[in-house]
């Protein structure tokens, strides 16, 4: 049989956004992803996860995936393999009225005491972009550190942004409030063009 990289790197992707899929729907885990995008996308992965997968395989988001591991990989070239972890996974247990919910995220590379997140986008107009930063916040609540840089790689600009003021845990019981609420939806207007849900959203906006 022919040598077939793109089906390798689909079955790679499915996998994994089947395991994800698995986790968030049986252990109720919230990742910190989901907290800086629209609350009725977490609402509706659990009700048509099939939509969701489906979603999960595009080429803009490979390219920035093969970006990542680049960076990654140049990271641990130029310091070394014991300086620089890389998809660093944290959870942290937070109780929101009562009841407990686990917070999951992987965090791109730890370097010191730095929380590294890389990324990537077709312009580098208007960067750093809001939900990008909340998400490094929220990486630096879930990890306790307290330095965070987010890494921009564009076809114009590579360039980094230093933050240093966590996410407090009042912030992150927000978002899963916000979560548990499904409002604001969308959090984001432009996030309706990219939904896997839009075809059967009352709320879209765009
Ligand atoms: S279509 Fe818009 S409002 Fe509806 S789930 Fe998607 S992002 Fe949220």
């Not at 956004?17 to 698995?22: P, T």
């Not at 109780?95 to 590294?116: L, N």
């Not at 432009?190 to 075809?199: H, R």
Request: charged fraction near 30%; proline fraction near 5%; hydrophobic fraction near 40%.
């Amino acid at each position: 049989m022919e040598f077939d990289i793109v089906a390798l790197i689909y079955s790679w992707k499915m996998d994994e956004a089947k395991k994800h899929m698995k986790e968030k729907l049986e252990l109720d885990e919230i990742y910190v992803t989901d907290l800086v995008h629209c609350p009725l996308k977490y609402q509706f992965q659990k009700k048509y996860p099939d939509l969701a997968l489906a979603g999960s395989f595009s080429p803009s988001a490979l390219q920035g995936e093969f970006i990542h591991i680049g960076v990654e990989e140049v990271l641990k070239m130029l310091l070394g393999d014991e300086s620089v972890k890389t998809e660093v996974e944290h959870e942290r247990r937070v109780e929101v009225d009562g009841k407990a919910y686990i917070v999951k995220g992987r965090v791109d590379a730890v370097v010191g005491d730095y929380i590294v997140e890389i990324k990537s986008a077709r312009s580098d107009a208007g960067i750093p972009y809001e939900h990008h930063v909340e998400q490094l916040r929220i990486y630096m609540w879930l990890t306790g550190l307290r330095k965070g840089i987010l890494l921009y790689v564009t076809p114009a600009r590579i360039v980094q942004f230093l933050y240093t003021d966590p996410a407090s845990e009042g912030e992150v019981i927000d978002r899963i409030r916000s979560i548990i609420n499904g409002s604001p939806a969308p959090r984001y207007t432009w996030e309706c063009n990219y939904c896997p849900f839009a075809s059967i959203c009352p709320k879209k906006r765009t």
